[in-house]
């Protein structure tokens, strides 16, 4: 057992219960002790299951994160019902309350960020699980006047193989008497892998049926009765507020109810959304300066790169293997190479929006969030209330990809709402959210590698130059709790699986006051970028074959594995005579603590020397993610993620100017489209009996992979995302 799960598992001895009996059944409450072992950053953690076995037998089980389109809404509830022998046909899946009860264990707070949920939870749900099924065959066994270890079960069924008697998990429930203290359950006393039924299959999702039929209910659709329509204008720049704004003009439209100046945004509540829209178009402000108000994107990128260059500005050591500075010094040889990337942002499928009723006994709110734990303490402070007075409705999110991490807008709706006294939906249009959205940080890259004179790396020196993110997401202390690393910014950007003897990163902060978040793959989307790149250039230099050279480099079995096996899919040694050309990538996900999923993408390309259009043909990926708990779904995760990752590497970029963006909606921020996407031939392998992180794992091969793909059809690299049109020309130029 590793560290996370030392962390997540319960202690002997449970500390509480709860237990809630009726005639119509039975429910358990599972409740654990705090962890024994806490997480490398000193995080320890609890978690609560919860668990309704009604007299007909129909098991309801609490699933305890939010839900944004991973599926974890059914492969948490698996995990339980896998433990529980539970006849799956025969559960039912709602959304637990936001309670720390319901505490992902690593976070202490139900908050969905990392692709952590799966992992997270993995071994409090089985506990929780097995936990359920011991209580019942407890209870049998008093009945039956036997000892609990001649029983087993089948799905929802207790059986007494020597008496031939079978009863039912319903009627189990309606003869139990549950104790003061629930049974202990040792990590020995789960299931074995190899007896799983449902973990490993194909369980389809059940939210599938309603999304495609428009039944689910996200925060978009909830209407309340008295309800009014609100939004909120932010400054261009973060950290700024108005001075004033036309107030009596906008009052005076058609429908609004009334316009209220708040010290960070201009609020605005109307009787429809049309009326809403009409009004906040016509908003004139002034505002505040502030920090970000200077922020120029094309002048800054400059300067980044100025940085990076100069290495007598040092940075934040982020990682350090071996001594990188005097190795590049005494190499044979040195290659160099610089990588920039944009702003880029989330392009969730639903708007921001959020429903806040305010009364004089406390708040109701419906939203679809990634953090609901902060969403209440938000939501109760925006109120003036206590946080137990705050009625919370966690709703599935259209898409969250780090953004619906921030809550701001649950913050706006309750403002809102208790300016005028009514309920109030707060809406943000497509061209706010942009303009004022939080994004992926900008970067400057440059890499220098040292090769000794058979051309094998002996050093790797990695500088980055970006705002910091972790002090907007979280704040300053806990970046210097961390010690200035900031882990959202440069994650990817270490090697663990190479055998690099020396490698150094360092992260130069550039804090011009931009809004800035954690985004799906965080740092990977960039410094993975830059890392694989820089492989096939140091390949090609020493006149070696890309997969041959990254196999030699590779260490890791699990890695070389995947390396080889999209090799072998994608045909990798059969030259394309048709203008296509192949190039290959290497990424991971995770952390020390909980283990790291890996993915091999190819990607093949063909470029119109013309226009300057990169055409992805086909991908082929190949993912280690530990145990895949429903294979389909995790297929599902990385080819979407795929997608995101393309779509970055070849079209999206937010430009800043004196303090504004200048994109307004997918106009002229353009986002991968259907015609775009390529042919995906993806293979998960199952490497162990654990699930590791998936979600954001494959954003980080995508860009890459193209553009190793372009370096071996043109011999020309591509360093600067994203791959547009007019670079691509400037490229072939050079």
Request: net charge positive; proline share 6%; with cysteine.
């Amino acid at each position: 057992m590793n560290m996370i799960d030392k962390a997540m598992r319960t202690e002997s001895g449970l500390t509480r219960r709860q237990m809630l009996a009726g005639s119509a059944g039975l429910t358990f409450a599972f409740a654990f002790a705090p962890a024994m072992d806490a997480l490398a950053q000193g995080v320890t953690g609890k978690l609560n299951a919860y668990v309704t076995i009604a007299g007909d037998g129909a098991i309801t089980i609490l699933m305890p994160a939010p839900e944004m389109g991973q599926g974890v809404n059914t492969a948490l509830p698996l995990i339980i019902a896998e433990e529980l022998d539970a006849d799956w046909s025969k559960v039912k899946i709602e959304q637990a309350p936001v309670n720390p009860a319901y505490n992902h264990p690593v976070f202490r707070a139900q908050y969905q960020v990392a692709s952590l949920t799966t992992r997270g939870y993995w071994m409090p749900l089985r506990t929780a699980g097995a936990q359920a099924r011991r209580v019942l065959l407890d209870a049998v066994a008093a009945k039956w006047n036997v000892p609990v270890t001649e029983l087993t079960t089948e799905p929802s069924i207790v059986v007494h193989a020597a008496s031939n008697r079978k009863m039912s998990y319903g009627e189990a429930a309606s003869i139990t008497q549950v104790s003061d203290k629930l049974p202990e359950i040792k990590p020995e006393q789960l299931k074995p892998p190899a007896q799983f039924r449902l973990l490993g299959k194909d369980t389809p999702r059940f939210d599938i049926a309603d999304k495609s039929s428009g039944r689910l209910t996200y925060a978009s659709d909830v209407q309340v009765p008295g309800m009014l329509y609100g939004t909120i204008v932010r400054a261009p720049a973060r950290g700024s507020g108005p001075v004033s704004f036309n107030r009596d003009e906008i009052k005076k439209q058609p429908g609004v109810v009334d316009a209220v100046a708040f010290d960070h945004a201009i609020g605005i509540v109307a009787q429809s959304v049309p009326q809403l829209f009409a009004a906040r178009h016509k908003v004139q402000a002034t505002w505040k300066d502030a920090k970000g108000s200077k922020i120029d994107s094309g002048r800054d990128l400059k300067e980044y790169l100025a940085a990076v260059r100069d290495t007598s500005k040092k940075g934040v050591v982020v990682r350090k293997t071996g001594e990188a500075e005097p190795a590049l010094a005494s190499a044979a040889k040195v290659i160099s190479a610089e990588f920039t990337s944009p702003y880029v942002y989330h392009a969730q499928m639903e708007p921001l929006s959020c429903t806040a009723s305010v009364t004089a006994d406390g708040v109701e709110v419906w939203a679809g969030t990634q953090w609901p734990t902060k969403s209440v303490e938000e939501a109760a402070k925006a109120a003036g209330v206590t946080p137990d007075k705050v009625k919370f409705h966690t709703l599935q999110m259209g898409g969250g990809y780090g953004r619906r991490a921030f809550v701001e807008y649950v913050t706006d709706a309750v403002l809102l709402s208790k300016a005028v006294g009514k309920p109030v939906k707060m809406v943000q249009s497509r061209e706010d959210d942009i303009r004022v959205g939080r994004f992926r940080p900008m970067t400057a890259q440059k890499v220098d590698v040292g090769l000794d004179a058979e051309g094998k790396v002996v050093a790797w020196r990695h500088r980055l130059a970006a705002e910091p993110v972790a002090p907007y997401v979280y704040n300053q202390a806990r970046l210097e709790a961390d010690k200035g690393v900031d882990l959202i910014v440069i994650y990817g950007a270490d090697m663990p699986f190479y055998d690099v003897p020396a490698h150094v990163t360092e992260h130069i902060y550039e804090d011009r006051g931009a809004r800035v978040a954690a985004y799906r793959g965080i740092g990977a989307g960039y410094t993975n970028f830059a890392n694989e790149a820089m492989i096939d250039e140091i390949a090609r230099a020493t006149g070696k074959d890309p997969f041959e050279f990254r196999m030699a480099l590779l260490k890791d079995p699990r890695a070389k594995a995947i390396v080889s096996r999209v090799a072998e899919m994608s045909e990798w040694k059969r030259k394309r005579t048709d203008g296509r050309a192949l190039g290959m990538a290497f990424s991971k996900l995770g952390l020390p603590p909980v283990g790291f999923s890996m993915i091999a993408t190819v990607a093949e390309i063909s470029a119109d020397r013309a226009s300057g259009k990169i055409k992805v043909h086909n991908m082929w990926s190949v993912a280690d993610v530990g145990l895949p708990l429903q294979p389909n779904n995790v297929v599902a995760q990385i080819e979407g993620a795929l997608v995101y990752g393309l779509s970055g590497a070849l079209k999206e970029a937010i430009s800043i100017k004196d303090g504004a963006v200048e994109q307004s909606n997918f106009h002229d921020y353009e986002v991968l489209r259907q015609s775009d996407v390529p042919r995906f031939m993806t293979e998960v392998q199952r490497s162990g009996d654990i699930p590791l992180p998936v979600g954001e794992l494959a954003i980080g091969g995508a860009a890459p992979a193209v553009a190793n793909a372009f370096l071996a059809l043109t011999g020309k690299p591509l360093r600067e995302m994203p791959f547009s049109p007019d670079r691509v020309k400037a490229a072939l130029k050079t």
